[in-house]
């Protein structure tokens, strides 16, 4: 019996071109999901806060308040460090900014009452304070609550970040957050000149901080 010699295949080997195909298509979608997780990770990084950055922030709010006389004991200033930080944060506000607020409105008197009846570090009306404090789920007891260094500066700092949504001008919104916000309505109704020495005094502090 004559032996045959196996058969040589000359072309390409059977599926060869779906198998090709596959590979390529794996490789290509580890490529990508490769890019994507990468991406996703750069992106989530950007918003999560660095630890660093974060308590080299508290400690310089620390130092901006320190420097102030204040009413508030040592422990409650570094609690209410954090709590500017990461309100100030939440809304996008530089942490100075807001000093630069409280030191106009309240020289960081904790106990600090204007003559109209503003109240606390960031001064604000008590009708003001409930209706935020409401919105916010905040239990509101009073002069308790606005004597309350941090949830004064949560207050505070949610009511000035409403006003600047409202009027989209930062230098209307502290006219406003000082005037209150029906008169500068009034005025802007009226196209009356709104007073800027309030955001003035305010912009003068912040680049002293």
Do not use: C
């Amino acid at each position: 019996m004559e032996l045959k010699e196996p058969p040589i295949r000359t072309g390409h080997p059977p599926h060869s071109k779906k198998r090709y195909k596959r590979r390529v298509f794996q490789i290509s979608l580890k490529i990508s999901l490769f890019f994507l997780i990468f991406t996703l990770s750069f992106l989530l990084s950007s918003f999560s806060p660095n630890p660093y950055n974060r308590e080299k922030a508290i400690e310089e709010i620390l130092r901006v308040m320190e420097k102030h006389p204040t009413d508030l004991a040592e422990v409650t200033r570094k609690e209410l460090a954090e709590v500017l930080y990461e309100e100030a944060r939440r809304y996008q506000h530089d942490p100075k900014f807001i000093l630069a607020l409280i030191a106009i409105e309240s020289s960081f008197r904790n106990w600090a009452v204007s003559e109209q009846g503003a109240k606390g570090l960031m001064q604000v009306m008590p009708y003001v304070a409930q209706s935020i404090a409401n919105e916010l789920g905040i239990e509101w007891r009073g002069d308790r609550t606005l004597f309350n260094p941090s949830l004064n500066i949560k207050i505070g700092i949610y009511y000035l970040s409403t006003l600047i949504l409202d009027f989209k001008d930062l230098r209307i919104a502290l006219a406003a957050y000082n005037y209150g916000p029906t008169y500068v309505r009034e005025l802007l109704e009226r196209k009356e000149h709104i007073p800027s020495n309030f955001f003035k005094s305010v912009i003068s502090i912040y680049h002293t901080l």
